[in-house]
């Protein structure tokens, strides 16, 4: 089991990025993939999971993130993606996605995530 997540980068305040998390070993139909957010010197914590078999989403309440982020899944690339618009600083921090194998949907406690990706970074300047 891997994820490999990508597409972070240096944007501006207001603008758009969407990540990547590309996993092989099983397919993201089958499990819940969460995205987590680290900020500096602080805990990571969960943004969004999808879990494609129970069509099951979720959305952080904190910082604003429902209404700009957006989680989806591509069965054909066995990919999940983050597409995150009108970006803030807060929003600064390593974006790690992560795969549950405990059948459960979403929200999923952190705790039971199995497998972990290496994480991009996001930095949004103001």
């Known amino acids: 089991v891997q994820l490999q997540a990508s597409g972070g980068g240096l944007v501006q305040a207001g603008e758009s990025l969407r990540l990547s998390c590309a996993v092989s070993?099983?397919?993201?139909?089958?499990?819940?993939i969460g995205w987590f957010r680290q900020a500096p010197g602080k805990e990571r914590w969960g943004i969004s999971c999808?879990?494609?078999?129970?069509?099951?989403?979720?959305?952080t309440g904190i910082g604003s993130v429902k209404g700009r982020f957006t989680i989806s899944s591509d069965s054909a690339k066995n990919t999940v993606y983050l597409q995150m618009n009108n970006l803030e600083p807060e929003d600064t921090g390593v974006y790690y996605c992560a795969v549950s194998l405990h059948g459960l949907g979403c929200p999923v406690p952190r705790e039971l995530y199995d497998y972990w990706g290496q994480g991009t970074l996001v930095t949004v300047s103001s």
């Open positions: 070993g099983f397919t993201v139909d089958e499990y819940p």
């Open positions: 999808i879990s494609t078999s129970d069509n099951s989403t979720f959305y």
